[in-house]
């Protein structure tokens, strides 16, 4: 680093400018001049150059002010040296663009600074990756770099380092977009706390991030602010903040993903609410029923918590809103022949129905969800159920298929058909399908969980209805219906919006003409029909987690079919040969795992498998495990933690870089084997990071070409990738195998 190590000495009165960390080992610099032992990149760790490497990253806070493009990123990074020794270090600040650096801080102490540009720094970054023999800095070649003076952190002391500076932020259209690059390696688990005060001329439509999850709270129309939720603190990857300007009733944006395999690439459909819109008058009221399960199993506690469940959610109703309840046993109960205005008279009365529910005889689902579905529609409203069960049913219809197919086809008046799981014997695949095809959304309770505040929870997300019935259609650039266009919606059926909720739709895109999508549908009561223009102009690969968020909620999908084939069926794996139609749905699962690195417990096993298992033995051992669990499992714990792990897929907006989920015992894991890096994905296999893709070239056993670590081969591998957008993927420790070009890559670290 030759620009930094200049500029570090020569803050000082008699250092040697010609000292070089790319010399090994360093030159020795006069007796009264301290040797630079470590630099701090805040985004990826500590790099030691010599010394025991003791000095380490606590935690970082990062606050940002953002008013319209102008983003104004102040850092706080606390060190600590746990050594014997004093350590001396530098910082190396990744950053955009030509950013104005307003100042470097150390203990409250102003320092010395400098900028490097994107091609200056490049270089001090492969030659600091090569002196160190740590390929981590090397994910930052293409950003600048902002770099302090030299600081000494003495033994057993801790000290922070305070950077800020200015950037503009890119704007396309309506969308303002900021990213603040970190490491993508699973590893790196330092906490980070982030928050964004936003403020706009124009009203705020959103805020959205593809890369972690935020908790949002609006000020203004015009004013928001947003922070990392706690369970993101210690995600990987660049932190990515986007906010989308109202321009219409719904304002929309598109983050598109080219890639020339599928002839286009793929898309991220961001929609936006008006940011006025609890305070817009709305014709839109919540028709509300309840429909309990009073069987026999619930006598006990159990019963008394959803009484109490029920209890909390008549009170919460708003005048004018109207609701009906429906209790079922061999029969049903109900409470009016159809919803009623919640009137203070007709409250009471609800309530005092509920308290008075005595359990005993079996369970008809078939009678319950009848009498819910038929009853004559609410005028304007919409039309909510309720479902609630602790059990299988017993009485009337029991086939799983016949039960959801009659609440999809007899539901004639649209409502949506919220399911709520009591304890964990009970159809997890009948509860989901019914909802999914209602609209609707299914809810597990187990025994650590409260019905009353599971259930509050749901409703209060109900609150205002929004946006209903929405529909989308793609049209050419004439304003014709363009079908094949924009396929593989994700998901196919457009949701219900409820205040404070956005809408994120993932899809493919086919050829690059412009197109326009439309939205239609009900909002605050009234008919809406917005067009949104689409040029794919601003196609990046920078947009990788566009085609993983898609290949997430296929994957989800795909094992969605494969739990609807196990309804009633007979078994079809391991009996008299594999079912092509299952094979087929098990093998677009592992592709999408292997070229993405999404990871499910059917699939856990590709993160510990040898390098020599073949593709054929992993489709096998993948059927198995989707014919056992997804395709057999129906009920108890082990059906309920696929149910969660797949609603969150399903639905999934945010990166799930370390690829967490619930195991069959309810346990959450993650997977330390596999890393979702650009837009590739490498498993750990008998020691070498193997790119995905090159795991299923089955009859390649040997790379076609070695590159050893510091090779001017290497460091021209490290300018390709870089210029593809791929530095991280050079940049993983230890050795690699990449594919590149239709070829197998090694780079040997050793």
């Known amino acids: 680093m030759n620009r930094i190590i200049a500029f570090i000495l020569s803050t000082a009165i008699a250092y040697q400018a010609s000292l070089s960390l790319a010399q090994t080992p360093p030159r020795e610099p006069s007796a009264a001049l301290p040797t630079l032992t470590h630099v701090v990149i805040p985004q990826s760790g500590v790099v030691a150059i010599s010394g025991d490497g003791t000095l380490a990253i606590r935690g970082v806070d990062v606050i940002l002010d953002i008013n319209d493009r102008t983003a104004i990123t102040n850092y706080k990074v606390r060190l600590v040296n746990s050594g014997t020794s004093t350590v001396n270090g530098t910082f190396a600040v990744p950053v955009p663009t030509n950013p104005a650096v307003n100042g470097v801080t150390i203990n409250g102490s102003s320092r010395g600074k400098i900028a490097l540009e994107k091609n200056q720094a490049r270089d001090e970054l492969v030659k600091l990756a090569f002196t160190s023999k740590n390929p981590r800095p090397l994910a930052f070649c293409g950003k600048s770099l902002v770099c302090s003076e030299m600081l000494s952190v003495n033994a057993n002391e801790s000290t922070t380092v305070s950077i800020r500076f200015q950037q503009t932020m890119p704007q396309s259209g309506g969308r303002v977009d900021y990213v603040l690059p970190r490491t993508e390696a699973i590893d790196y688990a330092v906490p980070w706390n982030v928050t964004a005060r936003i403020r706009s001329e124009a009203p705020i439509s959103t805020v ?33 903040l986007s906010y989308l300007k109202q321009d219409q009733d719904l304002s929309a944006t598109v983050f598109a993903y080219p890639d020339p395999e599928i002839g286009g690439g793929y898309l991220l ?11 817009r008058p709305s014709s839109t009221r919540r028709e509300i029923t309840l429909v309990l399960d009073r069987s026999g199993s619930m006598v006990g506690p159990k019963m008394g918590q959803v ?17 009906n309840t429906i209790a ?159 396929v593989d919606v994700l998901p196919s059926q457009l949701p219900d919006l409820f205040s404070d909720d956005h809408l994120v739709l993932l899809g493919k895109y086919v050829g690059t003409t412009p197109l326009t999508i439309q939205l239609q549908g009900n909002l605050l009561g009234k008919d809406v029909d917005c067009r949104f223009p689409v040029s794919f102009d601003d196609a990046r690969t920078e947009y990788s987690f566009v085609p993983r968020l898609w290949a997430s909620r296929k994957i989800a999908l795909v094992v969605d079919t494969i739990r609807d084939l196990g309804a009633d069926a007979d078994l079809l794996v391991g009996r008299q040969g594999m079912d092509p139609k299952l094979t087929g749905l098990v093998d677009e699962v592992l ?23 073949s593709y054929g033995a992993a489709l096998r051992q993948a059927l198995g495990n989707l014919d056992s669990r997804a395709y057999n499992t129906r009920m108890g ?104 070009d239709n070829q197998q890559v090694s780079v040997k670290s050793k």
């Open 269 to 279: 459909l961001l929609v936006g609410l008006p940011a006025d819109v609890k305070t």
């Open 591 to 613: 592709k999408l795992t292997a070229d993405y690195g999404i990871v499910t417990e059917y699939t856990a096993f590709l993160a510990t498998s040898p390098k020599s298992q």
């Open 208 to 240: 959205y991030s593809p890369s972690h999850e935020l908790t949002t709270i609006r000020r203004s129309s015009t004013e928001l602010t947003t922070q990392l939720a706690s369970t993101a603190r210690v995600e990987p990857g660049s932190f990515r």
């Open 637 to 740: 714990l082990s059906a309920v933690n696929q149910q969660l792990n797949l609603y969150a897929q399903r639905g999934q907006s945010q990166l799930n870089g370390r690829n967490g989920y619930f195991d069959a015992n309810m346990k959450a894991v993650t997977i330390t084997t596999v890393q979702q890096v650009n837009d590739r994905a490498f498993f750990l296999r008998d020691g070498t990071w193997t790119d995905g893709r090159a795991l299923r070239q089955a009859n390649k056993s040997t790379p076609h070409r070695v590159v050893k670590y510091g090779s001017p081969e290497h460091r021209k591998l490290i300018t390709q990738l870089a210029d593809e957008g791929r530095a991280g993927t050079i940049a993983i420790p230890g050795d690699v195998l990449l594919w590149i």
């Open 307 to 323: 009484q109490q469940a029920a209890e909390a959610v008549l009170k919460e109703l708003g005048q004018h809103e109207f609701f």
């Open 328 to 486: 079922y046993n061999d029969g049903t109960l109900m409470f009016a022949e159809s919803p009623v205005v919640n009137s203070t008279n007709n409250n009471g009365a609800g309530v005092r129905f509920v308290n008075n529910l005595n359990p005993r005889g079996g369970t008809n689902y078939e009678a319950a969800l009848k009498e819910a579905l038929r009853q004559p529609p609410t005028a304007g409203a919409l039309r909510i159920v309720l479902f609630l069960t602790d059990g299988l049913p017993t009485v009337g219809q029991t086939s799983e298929k016949a039960l959801s197919d009659q609440v999809i086809v007899n539901n004639p008046h649209g409502r949506r058909v919220y399911t709520f799981g009591v304890g964990p014997d009970v159809n997890t695949a009948l509860l989901e399908r019914i909802a999914r095809e209602t609209r609707a959304t299914a809810h597990f309770v187990l025994a650590k969980d409260s019905v009353s505040s599971r259930l509050a929870e749901v409703v209060r997300k109900l609150k205002i209805p929004v946006a209903a019935d929405l529909r989308l259609t793609v049209l050419d650039e004439h304003g014709k219906p363009a079908p094949g266009r924009v």
